[in-house]
């Protein structure tokens, strides 16, 4: 680039003579021939001072015309003074003609060879693959020009709803109308459609999705608005569709009020703060600014991904929160009361549980200790060191269970109901009851996306199987909602939307993969396979026990009335059950669950992997089948 300008440089002034005095080789710029030698190296010597030639110039953007234009205002002010001095002859426009023609002589050369280099390199012959990007607004724009400084991707066209844009170009890519799409599939031999559209509302992306999913493409997006933002993602690191797009919901804007009024400069403990909703929990939390935030956790690994991610969080937003990691089992009723005792605990949100369903039911006893009897110990700490507040994270599966883990729920439910009936309980316990969580360690999206991924089968287990959806963000900030409402008592109901068909997400998430389900049109697509509902599992969920409802403030969370067991009626089933648990009687435990919770239905008789001896309980064959473990 030096070499260029020096010859650049003094091609500006020549053409400045010329234009202003319309002969190629005017007697005042023969006075005038060693201006032709100050120019360049007095250009080459700014230039250099303004970092111009440190700039690499196959990424030169609009900075890069800001210093060739400081350049060369500088030097044609010198060109002025200079002539001015001493070429009598020289007309005094010529500097500022001059200052014209360079930026454009030696701005343009820069350009140029960045368009011939992203020629060179970016181009399908060069094994690029040809995409189209979905939304031509700031986030596209930059999107594309990220991709094309890479070799991986080239985009060949832009799709948007906006037909004021149509027609138009971005950076030498034009922009398309959605009917379209079709033909820009075949004319550029494209299977993938990137959603760049970051600030869209899930509504939005669902009404794109539904059109894109005609077509056979595989759509990925960028990262959310607020994960650009804060730093967390590159607009170019692509990911697969959200779920939650699919679902199509907008979350309603949480209220203020009710997400700091248990929280901010208080202190607050979240058991299973390792967990799907207790970290989501825990970093909801901490952007309230509580006192103290303490990390209840057995899983070692889980507690220090989670400690680390806060202190990251923390750091970045520059919030004074102090952040206790304790590594212990919420059974342990000394090592509990020691955390809410030393720390003054004000509020608890209490996440550790076994959620596995089939897990939990071939491992009764495990279920039991520490659904039902860790909730209680808990409970029953917090109302000893003087916890104000108590909620309980729940499971629609605790609504007429056909398995254990939604039986030791419910059953966990009614011991925080009992103890705030007691009239000399202070603390206020809640409960708030929702269903899957889109994205957790127990999710069947992840599984669906390895899956496809592998090349399949899709394993469903039933074809009338439907679940209710929703994302942990979206639960964790209304749980907190629903915790801060709370007079005690009281099981909050999320409004979980439309029940999904799992059958039918699978196939979606196929189309948007750009493959097809196999059948006998499509004998290489992805294979579906039905391989029947697993242990304890139901073909549908439900979230209320009753039809006692009431609406609240918030316009998705409901207020449920449900039936409580006395004080003697439920003191009498929990001796039962720690009899059961510390003789290793998984039939006698099983016994006593359907008694305490008298909605509950097993699809079948107590399987525990270990069963008590004397008694003869289903044996599971060996080998272990290959979908469960005993490990």
């Known amino acids: ?365 495990e279920g039991v200790e520490n659904n039902v009897f860790g909730t209680r110990v808990l409970a029953e700490a917090s109302a000893e060191c003087g916890v104000e507040r108590f909620v309980l994270i729940s499971t629609d599966k605790a609504v007429r269970p056909s398995n254990v883990m939604g039986a030791t729920k419910r059953l966990a439910e009614l011991v925080l109901q009992e103890m705030s009936a007691r009239p000399d309980c202070e603390t206020v316990f809640t409960m708030v009851r929702f269903g899957n969580v889109l994205g957790s360690s127990g999710s069947v999206v992840p599984l669906f996306h390895r899956q496809i991924g592998e090349g399949g089968p899709v394993t469903v287990t039933h074809p009338d199987i439907t679940r209710y959806f929703m994302t942990t963000a979206e639960a964790a900030d209304l749980v907190i909602q629903a915790g801060a409402m709370a007079t005690g008592g009281e099981v909050y109901v999320l409004d979980m939307g439309e029940p999904v068909k799992i059958i039918d997400l699978a196939h979606r998430m196929i189309r948007l993969h750009g493959l097809r389900v196999q059948n006998e049109q499509n004998p290489h697509g992805i294979r579906l396979e039905i391989n029947g509902l697993r242990p304890g599992e139901k073909l549908f969920e439900e979230l209320l026990i009753g039809q006692n409802v009431s609406g609240t403030s918030h316009p998705k969370i409901m207020r449920a009335d449900e039936e409580t067991l006395s004080s003697a009626e439920l003191g009498r089933l929990l001796q039962d059950l720690q009899e059961a648990v510390t003789n290793t009687d998984p039939q006698r435990a099983h016994e006593v669950l359907r008694s305490a919770v008298a909605e509950f239905n097993p699809r079948s008789g107590p399987s525990d992997w270990i069963p008590a001896t004397g008694h003869d309980l289903p044996r599971f064959p060996v080998p272990v089948p290959a979908n469960s473990s005993p490990n």
């Not at 804007?253 to 207790?278: C, F, K, N, T, W």
């Open 1 to 365: 680039m030096v070499s260029a300008d020096l010859v650049m440089l003094p091609l500006a002034l020549w053409s400045a003579y010329m234009l202003r005095l319309a002969e190629p080789f005017p007697p005042a710029m023969q006075s005038g021939w060693w201006l032709f030698l100050l120019v360049p190296i007095a250009g080459v010597y700014i230039f250099g001072r303004l970092g111009l030639y440190r700039a690499v110039v196959r990424y030169m953007g609009g900075q890069a015309i800001g210093t060739v234009a400081a350049g060369v205002l500088i030097l044609a002010a010198v060109l002025f003074l200079a002539s001015f001095l001493t070429v009598e002859r020289t007309p005094r426009s010529i500097p500022f003609i001059f200052a014209a023609v360079a930026l454009v002589y030696v701005g343009g050369s820069r350009f140029f060879v960045r368009a011939w280099y992203q020629m060179m390199i970016g181009g399908p012959r060069h094994g690029a693959e040809p995409v189209i990007i979905f939304g031509a607004g700031v986030s596209g724009a930059h999107l594309a020009k990220s991709l094309k400084g890479g070799d991986r991707y080239l985009p060949v066209a832009f799709i948007d709803e906006d037909p004021g844009l149509h027609g138009s170009v971005i950076d030498g890519i034009p922009i398309h109308a959605p009917r379209q799409i079709p033909d820009l599939l075949e004319t550029f031999a494209a299977t993938r459609v990137l959603l760049a559209i970051p600030s869209a509302s899930r509504t939005t992306r669902r009404r794109i999705l539904d059109l894109l999913e005609r077509h056979p493409v595989h759509v990925q997006t960028i990262p959310a608005m607020d994960e650009l933002v804060d730093g967390k993602a590159r607009i170019n690191q692509l990911r697969d569709i959200d779920v939650g797009d699919l679902l199509g919901r907008d979350p309603v804007p949480p209220v203020p009020e009710l997400l700091a009024r248990d929280i901010a400069e208080r202190s607050v403990l979240v058991s299973g703060a390792g967990g799907s909703i207790g970290s989501e929990l825990c970093r909801k939390i901490l952007v309230q600014e509580p006192k103290v935030l303490v990390l209840y956790e057995r899983n070692e690994y889980a507690l220090y991904t989670i400690e680390a991610e806060l202190l990251a969080l923390k750091k970045a937003r520059g919030i004074a929160t102090a952040l206790i990691p304790i590594l212990g089992s919420i059974s342990n009723s000394r090592r509990v009361k020691s955390a809410l005792r030393h720390f003054k605990v004000q509020t608890v949100y209490h996440a550790a549980a076994y959620k596995h369903v089939p897990m939990v039911e071939h491992n009764i006893l």
